[in-house]
């Protein structure tokens, strides 16, 4: 996948999943396990999503795991193949940007990016 293909493919799920996103900052990052922090802390909080990259359906962060106090709240997992996980960075205050994390050796195509623009 090129550069220009990952760009519109984490553009076109953050249009979809953060519509008031306005920044120019998108990524793609290979990670096995993810680490849920979907909380304020310190003026910074990571909003979270999971994504079928097949179809293009997302699931937000449980409203549990928003709470610092729950312990769901600071859970790791593996992320499953076929899904990626879509997180929207604030710190400390100022937008930090948009990266899907999705697990190796999982390959984005072209009916990814389809599935989102429908």
């Not at 993810?34 to 449980?62: F, H, I, K, Q």
Request: aromatic share 10%.
């Amino acid at each position: 996948m090129t550069n220009d293909q990952t760009k519109k493919l984490v553009k076109a799920m953050a249009k979809k999943f953060y519509p008031d996103y306005n920044g120019r900052k998108f990524r793609i990052e290979i990670k096995s396990v993810y680490y849920m922090s979907d909380y304020w802390d310190s003026g910074s909080r990571c909003y979270c999503t999971a994504v079928n990259l097949t179809t293009g359906e997302g699931v937000p962060t449980p409203s549990k795991a928003t709470n610092p106090y729950n312990g769901i709240a600071h859970a790791s997992f593996e992320i499953p193949q076929g899904v990626g996980i879509l997180e929207r960075c604030i710190s400390c205050g100022k937008e930090a940007g948009i990266t899907l994390y999705i697990a190796p050796p999982k390959a984005i195509n072209d009916n990814s990016i389809k599935a989102l623009e429908a």
